[in-house]
């Protein structure tokens, strides 16, 4: 059984920064693919990254250039380091794993943890 656990939300300033860590417990095949994604009231889930097995990342265009997905060498912990923040970044961020296809899909994924709330203002 997997179980995924986020931390390191909180409130910050436009422009701050925030590093999200997602720890992974149970069994992670060697092929799985992790994700980060993101919602805020009244919108629909947002794929923000994801990591490969292989190592390979992309990215919502939204974010990219300013968020950094990475993952440990154990393959034990997943982080998203968010810099320049936005108020539009606000939203609960979630944690997944094991897609049947890596992609910002949030319906390809079948772990979640359950989330960390992030406030931009």
């Known amino acids: 059984h997997v179980q995924l656990v986020e931390s390191g939300g909180g409130s910050v300033q436009a422009g701050g920064s925030l590093r999200l860590p997602c720890a992974a417990s149970?069994?992670?095949?060697?092929?799985?693919?992790m994700g980060w994604f993101r919602q805020a009231p009244g919108k629909e889930p947002e794929g923000v990254a994801r990591f490969a097995s292989s190592g390979t990342t992309d990215y919502a265009d939204s974010v990219k250039g300013r968020f950094t997905i990475s993952q440990d060498n154990a393959r034990k912990t997943l982080y998203l380091q968010m810099n320049s923040l936005e108020p539009e970044d606000s939203a609960m961020y979630y944690c997944?794993?094991?897609?049947?296809?890596?992609?910002?899909?949030?319906?390809?994924?079948?772990?979640w943890g359950q989330g960390t709330q992030v406030t931009v203002s």
């Open positions: 149970g069994f992670i095949h060697s092929s799985n693919c």
């Open positions: 997944a794993a094991d897609a049947v296809v890596c992609t910002l899909w949030a319906s390809s994924y079948k772990y």
